[in-house]
């Protein structure tokens, strides 16, 4: 089973960026689709973003859309979140999920990263 491994995270005040990665160990036997969660203190984990295998559909959750994006390189074996104009409620852990579909719905992921902690301060 692939390793996920997600870095980036960090505190940022409100309105600033963050940039997390999830690099994956070993080359993996076909490329599928890649997500990030997140879960904040209290409550259950949430979808933020996917990405299909080869990159050509992301969908987003509400709450992000517009401020995250996600990406991926193929080359580097990485996924990708940019965040921008952080809000307090976008504190979390922030984990990175792989699925065995080349697309796949938030449910369809089953291989799951350690998390990065993300904390955005008013």
């Known amino acids: 089973q692939v390793q996920l491994v997600e870095s980036g995270g960090g505190l940022v005040p409100a309105g600033g960026s963050l940039r997390l990665s999830c690099a994956a160990s070993?080359?993996?036997?076909?490329?599928?689709?890649m997500g990030w969660f997140r879960q904040a203190p209290g409550k259950d984990r949430e979808f933020v973003a996917v990405?299909?295998?080869?990159?050509?559909?992301?969908y987003y959750a509400d709450s992000v859309k517009g401020r995250f994006t996600v990406s991926r390189d193929h080359a580097k074996n990485t996924v990708d979140l940019q965040m921008i104009g952080l809000k307090p409620e976008d504190t979390a852990i922030y984990y990175c999920?792989?699925?065995?579909?080349?697309?796949?719905?938030?449910?369809?992921?089953?291989?799951w990263g350690q998390g990065t902690q993300v904390t955005v301060s008013s």
């Open positions: 990405i299909s295998w080869s990159g050509d559909k992301t």
């Open positions: 999920a792989k699925s065995q579909y080349k697309y796949a719905a938030p449910n369809e992921f089953d291989n």
């Open positions: 070993g080359r993996p036997s076909s490329y599928t689709a």
